[in-house]
C-alpha cells in the first residue's frame, strides 16, 4: 500500500527536487552577475525531469573536486546536466549573466515550484478525505 503512495508522489518529488536545484543555479547566476568573466549556467528542465522519473539521476547534488586530494562524494552525476547559457548581447567583462532573463526565469521557476507544492497539498487532502470517509 505504501508503495502505491509513494509511486503516487514521486514525479512530482523529482520535480520539485530539480525546481529546487535550478532556484539555486539561477540564483547563482543572479548572485554572480557583476564578476567579470562568470558564465551564466542552467540546464533543461524537461530533460533533466525525464532522466530522474527514468532513474538514470542519482538524486544528489555532486560535490566539486578541484583537486587530487579532495574526497569524491558518491554521487556521480548531478541531478541534471549543467550547460552555459548563450548571451543575446555580449558583455566587455566577458560575463554572460543576463539580468533580465534571469529574473524572468527565477520567478517562472518559483511560480511553478509553489503550483507543484500546491498539488502535492491537494493530492493529500483528497488521500486525507478518502481514508476518513468523507
Known amino acids: 500500500m505504501l508503495s502505491k503512495i509513494d509511486n503516487a508522489f514521486l514525479f512530482q518529488e523529482k520535480a520539485l527536487g530539480l525546481r529546487a536545484y535550478r532556484q539555486q543555479v539561477l540564483a547563482g547566476n543572479i548572485a554572480n552577475a557583476d564578476t567579470p568573466n562568470y558564465k551564466a549556467r542552467d540546464f533543461e528542465f524537461a530533460t533533466a525531469l525525464n532522466a530522474a522519473v527514468a532513474g ?12 587530487p586530494g579532495h574526497i569524491r562524494s558518491g554521487v556521480e552525476h548531478g541531478l541534471a546536466n549543467l ?3 548563450t548571451p543575446t548581447q555580449a558583455s566587455v567583462d ?4 543576463e539580468m533580465h ?9 518559483a511560480i511553478r ?3 507543484g507544492l500546491t498539488f502535492i497539498t491537494g493530492r493529500i487532502k483528497t488521500m486525507l478525505s478518502a481514508i476518513q470517509g468523507q
Request: charged share 15%; net charge positive.
Open 101 to 109: 532573463h534571469q529574473r524572468s526565469q527565477f520567478s517562472e521557476n
Open 113 to 115: 515550484y509553489e503550483a
Open 83 to 85: 550547460m552555459y547559457r
Open 94 to 97: 566577458g560575463n554572460t549573466v
Open 56 to 67: 538514470r539521476s542519482s538524486g544528489g547534488v555532486p560535490m566539486a573536486a578541484t583537486a
